[in-house]
Nanobody
Framework: QVQLVESGGGLVQAGGSLRLSCAAS????????MGWFRQAPGKEREFVAG????????DYGDSVRGRFTISRDNAKTSVYLQMDSLKPDDTAVYYC?????????????????WGQGTQVTVSS
């Protein structure tokens, strides 16, 4: 069974930075595609970033490209999301997700396991 635990959320001013972490349990982490999604109140869950098992392939949502960076450390079974130049519109609950298939996708239905989320609030 896979468990995902996010951390690193909090309150930050616009223009600031945060780094989210997701610690994963599961012996097949090194073969999994990992993703970050977010969901703001009253909105659908949105793709933020994804990374292939070896880390060589990444994808980003249009609203965060150039500001956010996804990375992973397979030895630590962890994935990270560095968020820079934060905006109030980035306020949401951020979720880590695990996908068994080796290909980054943007759809929530493509991911098999989810964390419980961490709140990020950006003040103006």
């Amino acid at each position: 069974q896979v468990q995902l635990v996010e951390s690193g959320g909090g309150l930050v001013q616009a223009g600031g930075s945060l780094r989210l972490s997701c610690a994963a349990s599961g012996r097949t982490f090194y073969t999994s595609t990992m993703g970050w999604f977010r969901q703001a109140p009253g909105k659908e869950r949105e793709f933020v970033a994804g990374i292939s098992p070896g880390g060589s392939s990444t994808d980003y949502g249009d609203s965060v490209r150039g500001r956010f960076t996804i990375s992973r450390d397979n030895a630590k079974t962890s994935v990270y999301l560095q968020m820079d130049s934060l905006k109030p519109d980035d306020t949401a609950v951020y979720y880590c997700a695990w996908r068994k298939v080796n290909r980054v996708v943007r759809s929530t239905t493509g991911y098999d396991y989810w964390g419980q989320g961490t709140q990020v609030t950006v003040s103006s």
